[in-house]
């Protein structure tokens, strides 16, 4: 490209330039003719202390500063840089504001010319990038970035990531880049003038379409491939440790032999053959996905029967499919046919998209969306929203587009080029299909179910199955949806989809013949929004109520009490709710009745608009089904509200679920399928499977089998619980917090960070984190928290891996499927046994049923529950051979209770030390 830019990276004292932050470092890489022509870097005296924390990210120290020069005597050349060029910064609005006012203030005049936010070109660039910032962006197109948070360095890797997305962008079809030109107008940065320049040349060239592209209704998609019809094959199941070495030896360089991973294959292929159920609980690092994978991929291809692999998480879905199945392949030295298939409204429908390229956006997440989607289209071959990293404004978008059913837009035309069909008939096809707990559980009770025919199945993660089934057999309504909902609705004059409707059908003449008036429903709808925003501040007062003194985010059981006012008040209200939900229904149903009878009438743009009322009705009535089921008394299922504090009605939500899906799982999965293999690293407790097979209602079981981990937990770990911490039950939550931060400290500073630490509960975390801070004992490290740090599981544990001196705060989702192995991490601490609070209604519905059939609810269900859960924390720390760390379990109950050793039991066997806190900070030196 022609044109100048000039790429800007400052490093300074903080965020708020009004607030007396200054620039520390500059950094400018000048970009001409497609490439680098000049750089200038300098650091700058900002003329004031720096902060620690800086000094940590930047490396930049107050003695490195003290001769450098003042931004005075800088900012004529810097003026001078940016002249007649586009200002480039990656997430421009931080380095245009700050330099701004560094500029104004020398005197010189600023800088008012285009902008380009490379973050936001990378969004649209990359829209399948997991994250977007430099360091990661960088790794992804193999970058040297040597010093992250340095000036010169950034605005160097930043000019060549630049350089690297205006040839994607170039490389692009001209269909594409006409439509992004549209849609720019409305980003943050100039990027019109980009895609309109490129556009311009390209039409002036006329360049032949790439040949894995092609053009249908003026969008570029890769070109469709034909689906491969399954075949039968035979290879021989390795029989000899020998042959199996021999054929791991294929799928790996450097391969270390693990017997473990042997012995699994053997049981898969056995219960297959002989039709069984099997349990296999295979520790950390026996290589459980090859080790079924292959034995199914054999047995499928001998028997030419189809082989389901279910996962509880799509990741681990997208890592068989992209690490695993390549391994698998390799080993047979075969292509085995394997497909992925994920529930319908993870797939686009195309021609709603293409409907929704037709109307003018103002909206900016919605146009970057698009934007994002149509570059997808030249490079996906599913269609699959997972593919996308979308904004919660994105997602939105998304469910506008999604692959429901249409009943009014004309999808005919796209039928060749659905994605959903496609995966469909791929999943015909295949030898070997991946999907998901929740798409395997929706298929058990569709009587059109998407998944072809199978008998043969993979439970992965199968502790969690249950948890899955309790979701998907259960149902939930929360405030946002349903504001949502009667947002997109909206009132007459809001002019939203109500609107829109009544807009339509008055001008098909259709509103004429309908009964009720326009401003009837008009004030139905404003009840409605009254009534549910009163629903849901009595169901956030009656939980607040219900759990006193219980930190933000709270869990109360739903019990009819007519004495208790809020009681009565929040049935009343649902009551009326479910009335008004409807009758609204109702008068749609009719208004759309007109709509049936003219439908030829309509235009493309009206039809979608109807297609939307459609879907919108479908939402209504499950709410209408929901506020129904708040007042409904009958019943076994277990009713409860969920709130979080701190933002109570957004956060405020309905659940029901059934007590056991056991009974469910037995009749309508166990009993129907020949062979279910139900694998985890945590699935005994206490060396039996007796628990797991009573939540899932297994009754019949060929084979039950525990193969150990391969690791030397005696050599590579030591398990230490304090002496001197107070026996959690003796003191309050605050005293306990108190305790536990002082040998957090202590311990953060001997192991220098690289630490996790798991709590059972957001609160604790909350308190020990901000206890932490404040004492400005650690002001070194890097301090991540879920739920207080910005971003996913996935994305705190990038940032933590980053830094050398950084502690990990998590909860909940972080005791499983975080893995980070190596130096990374060295220390896990486990503030408290997992258990679950006894008053959590789940929790209670199930103790009370087991006390009622005059069972123990502790032994048989709460410590199984809580050995399971602590199973998975230990398995944090020891990823690979090579690891070595300590685990602190600062829960004394672990040593001075009888069930403490069911614990130790359930887990390797690695000798526990009691120890005071000096005692284990020398015992950490040695060790580390």
Not at 153 to 181: C, F, G, W, Y
Not at 451 to 463: A, S, T, Y
Not at 803 to 824: H, M, Q, Y
């Amino acid at each position: 490209m022609s044109q100048k830019f000039v790429v800007i990276d400052l490093e300074t004292t903080g965020n708020a330039p009004k607030k007396g932050d200054r620039i520390i470092q500059f950094g400018a890489v000048v970009v001409e003719n497609g490439r680098i022509t000049d750089q200038f870097a300098s650091l700058v005296n900002p003329m004031e202390k720096i902060p620690v924390f800086i000094e940590e990210l930047t490396g930049i120290s107050d003695s490195m500063l003290k001769n450098a020069p003042l931004f005075e005597e800088i900012a004529p050349l810097v003026s001078n840089l940016l002249e007649d060029a586009y200002f480039v910064a990656h997430n421009v609005l931080f380095d245009l504001s700050f330099l701004q006012e560094e500029l104004i203030n020398a005197g010189e005049e600023g800088f008012y010319g285009p902008v380009i936010d490379t973050v936001e070109m990378a969004r649209i660039v990359y829209p399948t990038s997991d994250s977007f910032q430099l360091t990661d962006l960088a790794a992804k197109e193999s970058l040297q970035h040597d010093r992250p948070h340095q000036a010169d360095s950034d605005a160097r890797v930043t000019a060549e990531l630049l350089l690297i997305m205006l040839n994607v962008v170039e490389a692009l079809p001209l269909v594409t880049i006409k439509e992004l030109t549209k849609l720019s107008e409305g980003l943050k940065s100039d990027l019109h003038l980009i895609f309109d320049e490129i556009s311009n040349g390209k039409e002036t060239r006329i360049e032949p379409l790439p040949e894995h592209l092609e053009v249908f209704r003026g969008i570029a998609l890769r070109k469709k491939t034909g689906s491969e019809m399954k075949e039968h094959q035979v290879i021989d199941f390795p029989k000899t440790m020998e042959e199996k070495k021999a054929l791991l030896k294929r799928a790996f360089t450097g391969y270390e032999m693990r017997p473990g991973q042997f012995e699994m294959m053997d049981l898969v292929y056995d219960a297959f053959h002989k039709n069984g159920h099997a349990l296999i609980e295979a520790g950390t690092g026996v290589g459980k996905s090859l080790g079924y994978l292959i034995p199914s991929a054999i047995f499928a291809l001998e028997s030419n029967n189809r082989v389901v692999v279910s996962t509880y998480t799509t990741q681990l879905q997208e890592q068989l499919l992209s690490n695993d199945v390549p391994k698998l392949n390799k080993a047979l030295e075969t292509k085995v046919k394997v497909a992925l298939i994920k529930g319908r409204n993870h797939y686009i429908n195309m021609a709603r998209f293409e409907q929704s390229l037709r109307e003018i956006e103002e909206n900016y997440d919605t146009a970057l969306t698009k934007m994002q989607i149509l570059v997808l289209l030249t490079q996906t071959e599913t269609g699959d929203v997972d593919e996308l990293n979308l904004s919660s404004g994105g997602m939105l978008y998304w469910n506008k587009i999604k692959n429901d059913r249409s009943i009014f837009i004309k999808t005919k035309h796209w039928e060749e080029y659905d994605f959903y069909h496609k995966a469909i008939e791929n999943a015909q096809n295949a030898n070997l299909l991946i999907t998901n707990h929740s798409m395997l559980l929706a298929d058990l009770v569709s009587e059109n179910g998407s998944l072809p025919e199978f008998e043969h199945v993979i439970l992965d993660e199968g502790h969690q199955f249950e948890k899955a089934a309790g979701k998907y057999f259960g149902e939930s309504l929360d405030y946002m949806s349903v504001r949502l909902m009667l947002n997109q609705l909206g009132l007459y004059e809001q002019h939203q989809l109500f609107y829109k409707l009544e807009n339509l059908l008055n001008k098909a003449g259709i509103l004429h013949s309908q009964h009720q008036q326009t401003s009837e429903i008009n004030q139905l709808i404003a009840d409605l929004i009254y009534e549910t925003e009163d629903l849901f501040k009595l169901a956030g007062t009656y939980a607040r109520k219900a759990m006193k003194n219980k930190g933000s985010k709270i869990q109360a059981s739903l019990v009819p009490a007519r004495e208790n006012r809020v009681w009565s008040a929040l049935v009343t209200t649902a009551e009326r709710v479910y009335f008004q939900l409807r009758d609204l229904q109702n008068a749609l149903e009719k208004r759309m009745d007109g709509a049936w009878r003219s439908a030829d009438s309509f235009s493309t743009r009206e039809m979608a608009i109807l297609d939307e009322v459609v879907h919108l009705m479908q939402d209504l009535e499950q709410a209408c089904f929901m506020a129904k089921r708040i007042v409904t008394e009958e019943g076994r299922d277990v009713k409860w509200i969920e709130a979080d504090t701190r933002s109570m009605q957004n956060s405020t939500a309905f659940f029901f679920r059934p007590v056991h899906v056991s009974e469910s799982l037995e009749a309508q999965f166990f009993s129907r399928k020949k062979s279910v293999v139900v694998t985890s690293a945590t699935l005994s407790v206490n060396h039996s499977f007796r628990f797991i097979k009573k939540e899932l209602g297994l009754q019949q079981v060929l084979l039950e089998k525990q193969i150990p981990s391969p690791f030397s937990y005696k050599t590579q770990v030591k398990l230490v619980v304090p002496e001197d911490l107070p026996d959690i039950k003796s003191v309050s939550d605050d005293d306990y917090v108190v305790a536990i931060t002082e040998h957090i400290i202590s311990i953060a500073e001997a192991t220098k960070g690289r630490m996790l630490i798991l709590f059972t509960s957001n609160e604790m975390l909350k308190k020990a984190y901000n206890l932490i801070r404040e004492s400005g004992l650690l002001e070194d490290f890097i301090l991540i928290a879920q739920g207080i740090s910005a971003g996913s599981r996935s994305r705190l544990t990038r940032n933590f891996k980053r830094f050398d001196k950084a502690i990990l705060f998590g909860t909940s989702s972080f005791w499983e499927g975080v893995d980070i192995p190596g130096e990374d991490l060295s220390c896990l601490i486990i503030v408290r046994l997992p258990f679950s609070p006894p008053d959590a209604p789940l929790t209670a519905a199930k103790c009370a049923l087991i006390k009622q059939n005059g069972g123990n609810p502790f032994s048989e269900f709460s410590l199984p529950e809580a050995i399971l859960r602590f199973k998975q924390g230990f398995g944090r720390l020891i990823r690979t051979s090579d690891d070595r760390g300590l685990i602190f379990v600062f829960d004394r109950r672990l040593v001075t209770t009888k069930y403490g050793n069911a614990f130790l039991k359930s887990v390797a066997d690695v000798p526990v030390e009691s120890k005071s806190i000096n005692e284990i900070v020398d015992m950490i030196h040695d060790w580390l």
